[in-house]
């Protein structure tokens, strides 16, 4: 998870300052029991971001709001809850271990709503290798979602 992730997730970029150096310490200290079997690196440093953000909004003294003040309200409802952001990070991370080919018609269709054939206009590749892609990198995707949940601890 980035600063510029926590920070928005937080609404307050010296919150997430704190919380990435408590993200970073934790790491140094817990390195020994990081276990590759259970999880990847990654997956094990953004569960470690997520319960310290959330550990923090926790603490947090929210702010009065007034409800004829609509912008705040917008402000507060626009924040992307945690999760969302740590799912992303993982799908992006299991997305860059596809080939290049596999991961855009991916990203098309799921990210940006393109039908099959709508991606074959966009790229000029042809029907049969767009409905090949998919069905390879949404099969090498399932294993790769496989392994890592079977890594996670319970």
Same mark, same amino acid.
């Given at each position: ?91 992006? $991370? ?6 290049? $080919? ?25 029907? $049969? ?20 949940? $079977?890594?996670?601890?319970?």
């Amino acid at each position: 998870m980035t600063l510029a992730q926590l920070s928005d997730t937080l609404g307050d970029r010296s919150a997430a300052e704190d919380v990435f150096q408590q993200v970073l310490l934790e790491a140094w200290l817990r390195c020994t029991t990081y276990d590759p079997a259970r999880a990847s690196l990654r997956t094990w440093l953004a569960t470690i971001a997520r319960s310290r953000a959330i550990d923090h909004l926790r603490r947090r003294i929210p702010e009065p709001l007034d409800p004829a003040d609509t912008i705040g309200v917008d402000r507060v409802c626009d924040r992307e809850p945690m999760a969302d952001i740590v799912d992303r990070m993982v799908v992006d $991370g299991l997305l860059a271990r596809l080939s290049p $080919g596999e991961a855009e018609v991916v990203r098309l269709h799921f990210h940006f709503g393109f039908s099959q054939s709508q991606i074959v206009s966009r790229t000029g590749v042809p029907l $049969g290798t767009v409905k090949s892609r998919m069905k390879s990198a949404l099969r090498r995707l399932r294993e790769m979602m496989a392994e890592e949940e $079977g890594a996670m601890p319970l």
